[in-house]
């Protein structure tokens, strides 16, 4: 029998409804984004985990602390076993019961009569981060409330402790939250190197290398703060949660472990911006799995099964405007598209734009013409698009980087969560339309911050060059930033060329709003996303902007796309690669029409023994989160330089498309006004 677990109870406090769909016996589509996972192993949360074990023991592999059966009767045995031993007792993963509430905690030190359990998080602390806030008010002088960024993680170590402290009624237990210390430096090199992450399927394993010991890991990165009151406040004080009524921690605990072990749904008092990444989503509907989604929206919205297909509030692009268009949208029971109008989004004193080009009250009036009438054919404004042509110097220079920010530093004298620039790509194309992959960057040295050598060679592709520099997004803009400030720390005898690197730096960027530093750019780069809202809208892409999904939009709007790359002409002398060596087709029905999907697997062409040896990594590099994790696996140790060459070969691949993405982009916008 399944039992109540803690990550139960915070799947229910983002929306009660949640608990029957994750239910796998339920047999409903579960489509928690893949990319998601590799973020999250790329961060780091699993590491975090194995190096928080060297806060309480030397070395606690040789200690044998970890418990790692999974069985419920097997872990709380191991657990009492362990615990029988006396003295002090420090356990990983022991195992508690209570009723029908069950917790693995990630760590437990038990002494005499005290028991401290230790929640890890690879989240990132500063000492400006507040557990529970003053309310500001007047009227709720001395109130306090949970701080909304920290609450999941809150509620999770409070009912952690709850099950810990009603099983043990003797004990005092007392509640421990262990974060990544943003102002902690660490002092050896290649830190995160020791943890090596290996996944099986949905499972992940860490691998720490042999030999390690607290002492051998110098400053360990990790700040660890007592939550007592806090759990406290969250025992004594109504929880938010969407059903109706007040509910309080125990009573809600224990109603929602009842209707779970008797896997009875429960509704949700409402719909909301949840709805709109709720993960138990069947896109097929009504065939196939189960649709926890459309279920919620028939019977919550009262919809009828036919119109639950058609388009909902969810789809509509609510960036640039107010927060609130959903949340209104669901106010008034417009849950259908075509039920909403500009009253929901109103101008307010803003002038309408200029001509054919978009704002986001336009853009959202086109979606919903256009979704009312199912029409495809895209939005385009023919002398906006035109006046930029005219106006934007060719040639034209897109770049996109390729970024990470790790819990555990790579790097001696860094800190946790710094930004990462390891990657770029570079395609040129001049003013007739003539491209080619001029460039790019890879560093895949182990223990090298490849930082400023990241902006060295982006320096010397850009600096000075006429014509406009493309990014899609801030991405560029903000990383850019962060590798100035970091850069401010350092002296001129650590980076010689620190002043010329800042100097390029205010030269392409816009300083952001944390940079002590203000400036003008002379050549700022041109956000081509921001080009895109303006001027282009398709139904394919709904209400993303993501050139993920503006990139195949752009290939069903274009012919003149479709017709030339579904031709083997890239890496070809008209439109020369760095890294496919023969020629290339972008466009294939097979894939989709998607490019992306046509990116060779990592381990094309391997022999079937290595294959074997490169079980449990990564094999498909097509999104960001696998480009992180890639990054991280050129920085272990034990690869061999066969096995670092297919990662290095499937990062150059990705980051030439995510640029030459954006040249199709430019091209299919240029073939429209007749400039080519
Ligand atoms: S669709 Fe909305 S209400 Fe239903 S489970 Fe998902 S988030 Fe909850």
Known sequence: MALFTKSRFKLALSCPTKLYYSTSSNNYKDTSADDEFLKALAEGGYQVGELAKYLFTQDPIAENISIDVLGYDESLAATAIKRAAGGRVVIAEPAFRYNDLFVRVDVLVEENNCIDIY??????????????????????????????????????????????????????????IVLANKTSTVTIDGLNQLFKIKRNGTRVQIEVQPGVT???????????????????????????????????????????????????KIWSSCLGSKCKKCPYINKEYPNGAGSGFHECWQQLARLSSTEVTQPLITELWCGNGPKTILKEAISQERYLLRYVDETLYPRGENPPPYGDTL??????????????????????????????FNTLPAPYHFIDFETTMVALPFHAGRQPYEAIAFQYSYHLMDAQGNIEHKNQYLNFEQNEFPNYDFVRHLQADLSGKPGTIFRYHQHENTYLNHIYKQLISETASSVPDKESLMEFIREISRPTTDNPDTWEPSNNMVDLYDLVLDHYYSLYAKGSNSIKD????????????????????????????LNFTT???????????????????????????????MEGFLSELDNGGAAMMAYAYLQFTDMTNTQRAYYKNGLLRYCELDTMAMVMIWEYWGREIGRW
């Not at 959202?364 to 404004?381: A, G, L, M």
């Not at 069903?556 to 030339?564: D, I, P, Q």
């Not at 020629?583 to 381990?603: C, D, E, M, R, V």
């Open 359 to 388: 704002d986001g009250c336009e853009r959202r009036n086109v979606q919903i013409e256009k979704s009312n009438n199912q029409n495809f054919t895209p939005y385009i404004d023919i002398p906006g698009l035109t006046d930029l």
């Open 119 to 176: 929640e890890v998080k690879a989240k990132s602390w500063s000492p400006n981060d507040v557990f529970l806030k003053a309310a500001r008010k007047k009227v709720d002088q001395g109130k306090y409330t949970i701080s909304s960024k920290w609450s999941p993680y809150l509620y999770d170590i409070a009912f952690q402790k709850y099950v810990v402290q009603q099983a043990n009624p003797t004990k005092k237990v007392r509640a421990h």
């Open 583 to 613: 020629p290339h087709t972008w466009i294939q029905a097979s894939k989709g029409l998607n490019p992306y999907k046509t990116l060779p697997n990592i381990f094309e062409g391997v022999d079937i023994e290595e294959m074997a040896e």
């Open 214 to 264: 607290q002492q051998s890991l110098g400053t360990i990165p990790l700040k660890t703060i007592n939550v007592d009151d806090v759990c406290e406040w969250i025992f004594q004080n109504p929880v938010a949660i969407d059903l109706p009524g007040v509910w309080m921690f125990e009573p809600l605990v224990n109603y929602l472990s009842e209707k779970f072990i008797a896997n009875e």
């Open 550 to 577: 503006i990139l195949p939009a752009v290939i069903k709007s274009s012919a003149y796309l479709r017709t030339k790359y579904s031709e083997p002409v890239y890496a070809t002398a008209s439109i020369p690669s």
